[in-house]
Every structure is written in C-alpha cells, then in structure tokens.
C-alpha cells in the first residue's frame, strides 16, 4: 500500500484544466487539486484524497489504471478516460458516419484491451439498409451490435441498451450529429443535475460538452455512460507498426497466413491478408483504412 493508502479513495467524475470534480464513497462530489505532475489524472481514475479548506481537496496519488483509452495524433496524446468496461460507439444512418474514424476509435479501444459496442441510431429512416451495409464488416468480427431510435422510439431503445449497459461503466463516442446528447438526456433524466453547481461554476461560459462528463445512469452508483467533447482527428500512433493488424480482428485472422513472418500485408508475395481482400473475406474499405493508418505510422515526424 502507498504511503496515502489510509486516505479516502475517491473517483475523479470530471476535469477542468488543473483541477479535477472528485466524488467520494458517499456520492458527494467536490472540487480537488494534484498536489504534483505526478497526481495528474483523468476521468475515471481512483485518487487518494485529503480534504483542503472548508469544503475543497489535494489529491494525493491516483491508484493504479486498470486501463486508459487514449489517441495519439502527432503532437499531443489525449486521454479519453481511465478504467472503462466498454466502449459504446454511437453512430447514426444520419449524418453518414466516417468509416476511418470508427476503425481508429476500434483500434485505441483494442490497444487498450477494452470491449467495443457499435449502436447505430435513426434506425427510422430511410437509409438504415445501407448503414447496415457498411456495418456488415463489424458485425462479422464479432462486435456487438445494437439498432436504436432514440428518438422515434425512445422506449425501445431503452431497452435494446439496457441490458448492454448495466454495471457496465461505457465510455460514449461518436460523431457530431448522432445523437449523444439524446441518448444522455433518455437515460440519465437528471443528467443536468449530474454536471452540477460546482462544475457549471467551473465552467462559466463555456459549453458543457468541453470537458468529459461521468453519469450515473442509477441510484446505486453500478452503471455509468462517460460522455466526452467531440474530435475532429484520431490518431494513434501509440500503436507499433507492425502491431497494427493484430489490433484489426478481420486482418489478424489472415495474417499468420503469409509467407513472410514479417509481411506488411502491402506488396509482399503469398501475403494471406491480401488473398483474403480479394476473396471478399476482408472488407476493400477496411484494408484501404489499414494502410493509410500504417503509412501514417512508418511516416516521419517532423
Ligand atoms: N430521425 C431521428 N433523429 C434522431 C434520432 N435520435 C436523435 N435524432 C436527432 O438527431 C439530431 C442530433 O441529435 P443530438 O442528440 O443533438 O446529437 P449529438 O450527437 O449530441 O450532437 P452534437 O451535439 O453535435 O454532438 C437531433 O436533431 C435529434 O433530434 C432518431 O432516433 N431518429
Ligand atoms: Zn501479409
């Protein structure tokens, strides 16, 4: 046990630069500082904390991470948040969804070791058979899956997800335009009281979806959604080169088929992955997605 181990174990609900809303055993939530660089933490994280002041807190270490979701584009890293059970990734038959950004978000969600569910919304229009379509590939390698209507068909919905999200701590993401703030408001009513005094004081004049928000989606504290700011690039360049498709379900099932053990699965004779695109067992968009994201890998930084 570290030397703050006999302090109070607190979880870090959300950030605002250098300080951090951290709610304790008891539900209650309160404004905390990092002592140090070292005390830095994100949503999700557990921290040891002291109390300060009248109504305030240092925290003093943060415990452990079971996991961290993160991208890394060329010049900064970006935490999404720590500890997660599941990634929900919201999309929608509405705007079109960006086929890239999907696979990276799958990628940094298989690098961290954490578990993807794919729920596509406005299943009530018209375009839902083609949003199926580009869906096939995912649902072929084995990703759950869920078709919802958060607004046509709230009730429904509600309880498509339910079962998905309960004691499950899910970590939301997806395009502008999908409907996150729809499914927040459907399954937290008081998702405004959440965010709370002290983090609207914080945040006075800025919009609430800037930093990532923790709700809680029961009385019992057991199944949180973690709704964070939208992005515009995913990168992630955490991930080795040649760790890239094994990080790709569809890709890793072909690649110990080639004849070089180190085949970049781009030009090498005998390559299995490649015989598999052109057997239609991996998608043609899915391998174009692969070797732009390796180009981006192997490229230099400047
Ligand atoms: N047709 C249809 N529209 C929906 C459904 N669910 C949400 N919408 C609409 O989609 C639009 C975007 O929904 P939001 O919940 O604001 O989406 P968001 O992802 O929070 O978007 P940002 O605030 O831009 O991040 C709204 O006009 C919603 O009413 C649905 O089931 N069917
Ligand atoms: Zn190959």
Redesign the pocket.
Known sequence: MSRFGDLDLGLVVRGHGRHYIVEDSEGQRRVCHPRGKKSDCVVGDEVRWAPSGSDEGVIEAVEPRRNLLFRQDEWKTKSFAANVDQLLI?V???PVFSESQLCRALIAAEAAGIHTTIAL?????PGTAAARERLAPYRAMGLNMME???????QQ?IETLTPWLTGQRSFVM????????????LLIPDAKAQVGDISQALNSGRHT?TTTQWYWVDAERKSALIDS??FQEFGVRQVEPAQLPLLMPDLRAHADHCRFYNCTHQHEPGCGVRDAVEAGLISASRYRIYGEILTELTSKRW
């Open positions: 919201l929608a038959v509405e919304n406005k299943t009530d229009l919802i209507a958060l607004k046509a068909q709230p919905s997806g395009p502008s335009g999908t409907g996150k703030s729809t499914l927040i408001n979806t700011p939208g």
